[in-house]
């Protein structure tokens, strides 16, 4: 294990004294990845150095058991190796998983979209639960969260809504939370009190910087109308949404949540990239979804993957087969215990892959 952090320690070596040189600097694709690399390597430095500490007091503590002339210091010395010991354990199985190789996708913000399935009013309603969850769950990890286009449904709720995360590593926390969502519970517009089945789908796509996808101004047609929805004077009165066609793909992207159409074009530009950047990956995601045989990949958008059941208070995930009976805390935003395990699931399975490496 120390020839390994020793490996990360040169690579940690060369990465500071790059990212402080004036031509990697003016480099900002470059910059930026190496900065990101910086970061994690950090960490890896910090569990390095206690990696050392414990195993230099292991060293120290044999040397106290062989001399043996002094009882007192003995008994110390064996308490001492034993916590060691176990901090080592601990530490190695963190090191391992922070070995794994990262998604260079992972630490970048995402654009999600949660758009109604099957159940006409029901499903809307439940779009507009799922983005409340997600919003809530966004502010309790301290990111940002902004809405790039909306349309509402009729009784409550979403037909869609897209909205920006900024953050720490949001596409590599998010990024399974992609799939269709199904809910089973009385709709507010039933009056016999049966129990409805309805869906909502989400999509997460990793924001794409300017420098990962190039979009050449003459293959988008962009067009201005009026805002919908709450919004003050300016919404119906002026031209101020945008919505981006990109010919070559048919992709669209639209926004109206800024009064500004300045602001509003940046944003959509903001998600067509990333739509666009997203089919690549999507191909890519697929491929290894087959070659890992990966239970929780998030290269299938159409697989159901969660059922919220209000009758019973339960949430369960299918690719894991986690039920956890706290219905209401995760609907309310507490999807971290969730989120935990699928990322348990999917570290492990990377560990066996890289089983030879350690």
């Known amino acids: 294990m120390l020839e390994k952090l020793q490996i990360v320690k040169n690579r940690f070596d060369e990465v ?3 990212i402080i040189q004036p031509d990697i600097i003016s480099d900002q694709k470059q910059y930026i990845s190496l900065t990101k690399e910086y970061k994690d390597l950090s960490g890896l430095m910090k569990k390095r150095e206690a990696y050392i500490m414990a195993t230099e007091r292991i060293a120290e503590a044999e040397e106290i058991l062989a001399d043996g002339s002094d009882a007192d210091m003995v008994d110390m010395a064996k308490m001492q190796m034993d916590e060691a010991k176990s901090n080592i354990e601990v530490l190695e199985e963190e090191i391992k998983v922070m070995l794994i190789p990262k998604d260079p996708e992972d630490a970048k913000n995402a654009v999600m979209e949660i758009k109604a399935g099957t159940g006409g009013d029901e499903a809307s309603i439940f779009a507009g639960d799922l983005h409340r969850m997600y919003t809530k769950y966004c502010d309790s990890k301290g990111w940002k969260t902004s809405v790039v286009d909306f349309s509402e449904g009729t009784s409550g709720g979403y037909k869609a809504i897209q909205m920006e995360v900024e953050g720490d590593d949001v596409y590599g926390t998010l990024k399974f939370e ?5 809910v089973q519970r009385v709709p507010q517009t039933e009056t016999q009190g049966r129990v409805h089945t309805s869906a909502a789908t989400v999509l997460v796509l990793p924001e794409a910087e300017e420098f990962d996808v190039q979009i050449e101004a003459k293959d988008v047609r962009v067009d201005f109308f009026c805002s919908s929805g709450p919004g003050g004077q300016s919404v119906n009165t ?3 949404a945008v919505r981006l066609t990109h010919i070559p793909s048919g992709l669209v992207a639209q926004c109206q949540d800024q009064k500004s159409q300045h602001k509003n074009k940046e944003k959509a530009f903001k998600v067509l990239r990333s739509r666009l ?3 690549e990956l999507a191909k890519k995601q697929a491929e290894d979804a087959i070659k890992r045989g990966s239970q929780v990949s998030s290269g299938d958008r159409s697989a159901k993957i969660r059922t919220y059941n209000y009758s019973q208070g339960r949430v369960t995930d299918h690719r894991i087969n986690l039920t956890l009976y706290d219905l209401s805390n995760i609907i309310d935003g507490d999807i ?6 699928l990322q ?3 570290n492990t399975e990377r560990l066996k892959e890289s089983g030879d490496a350690f």
Do not use: C, M, N
Not at 336 to 341: A, Y
């Open 344 to 346: 348990l699931v999917d």
């Open 178 to 182: 992609a799939g269709v969502h199904r």
């Open 277 to 279: 950047y997203d089919l």
């Open 16 to 18: 500071s004294d790059l």
């Open 238 to 240: 002026t031209y101020s």
């Open 336 to 341: 971290q215990k969730i989120i935990d395990e």
